[in-house]
């Protein structure tokens, strides 16, 4: 499947990577946001990722926009690739939604990082169309899918995505439905640890960061990198691992939960462990 017509919903950091990764293919993207001015943000943060990137490999900036319409609601595609926020009934409600307005044989893909594909699936009526498109940020540069097949995704879908995320110049990994699939199942525990030896005042945040980077190659230290991804999703995929696997281990560090209830979400806010003035 050549997936001509791409829908995005949500056009946040995550989704306006994957329109922005989508229309570079040569694809035409549909972008809907409902929350106000998301969509003319996302335009403006795609267009300052593809000048840079047009200075390594003269990509034309303005052709992968003009690919690129906004839309006011959810309308008909080959492919949808949701990408709101991390809540399972936001994302539940979405997919049957679109269901009834996506043509019968468009697949649905989630970008979500942790929520069971399976019981998303569920919530339509084309369950063998439904999969996991697990994109990493930033997304024009990360080079990993994450493919997660629910238990009623088919062949046919799944082959269709692995091809599709080839295309896009991506590397998809397979991976089974179980709660955080294999990338946030390692990395959650990882950030989380970290929160920990923050909290119990083993050492500051710079020192956290910088054992992490020089001592395991990271190109970022923890809690830079919760900061990246937002401390209210780290959060949230803590919960979906914790709830799904029933070990106390995955519990979030209350020092998390309680930066999360101050609005100290990361770079989005301003502050998270760090200050982004």
């Not at 390594?56 to 690919?67: C, F, H, N, T």
């Not at 339509?124 to 994109?135: D, K, N, S």
């Not at 009623?152 to 799944?158: G, K, L, R």
């Not at 709660?179 to 929160?195: D, H, K, Q, T, Y």
């Amino acid at each position: 499947m050549r997936f001509e017509r791409v829908l995005v919903v949500g056009a946040g950091q995550m989704g306006g990577g994957i329109a922005q990764v989508v229309a570079a293919s040569g694809r035409s993207v549909l972008l809907h946001d409902s929350l106000q001015g998301a969509t003319e943000r996302a335009l403006e943060s795609m267009a300052r990722s593809l000048a840079k990137l047009a200075e390594k490999d003269g990509a034309q900036p303005d052709e992968v926009l003009a690919r690129i319409e906004v839309v006011d609601d959810v309308v008909p595609a080959d492919l949808l690739i949701e990408a709101v926020v991390e809540d399972a009934g936001v994302k539940e409600a979405l997919l049957r939604r679109a269901d009834g307005l996506l043509p019968p044989d468009a697949i649905l893909a989630s970008n979500t990082s942790s929520i069971p594909i399976t019981t998303l699936a569920a919530a339509t009526g084309r369950p063998e169309r439904v999969i996991g498109m697990h994109f990493f940020n930033p997304v024009p540069v990360l080079e990993l899918v994450e493919v997660v097949r629910a238990v009623q995704t088919s062949d046919e879908t799944a082959a269709a995505i692995v091809e599709l995320a080839r295309d896009l110049g991506k590397t998809p990994a397979e991976a089974r439905d179980f709660p955080g699939f294999v990338s946030n199942r390692i990395l959650m525990p990882f950030v989380n640890e970290a929160a920990y030896a923050l909290m119990e005042g083993v050492a500051e945040p710079a020192a956290i960061d910088t054992i992490a980077k020089l001592g395991f190659a990271h190109p970022l230290g923890p809690l830079a990198l919760a900061d990246l991804i937002g401390l209210d999703t780290c959060v949230a995929i803590m919960q979906v691992l914790h709830e799904g696997l029933g070990n106390p281990k995955y519990a979030p560090c209350p020092l998390l939960r309680q930066y999360v209830a101050a609005g100290r979400l990361g770079r989005k806010s301003g502050r998270g462990f760090y200050e982004y003035p």
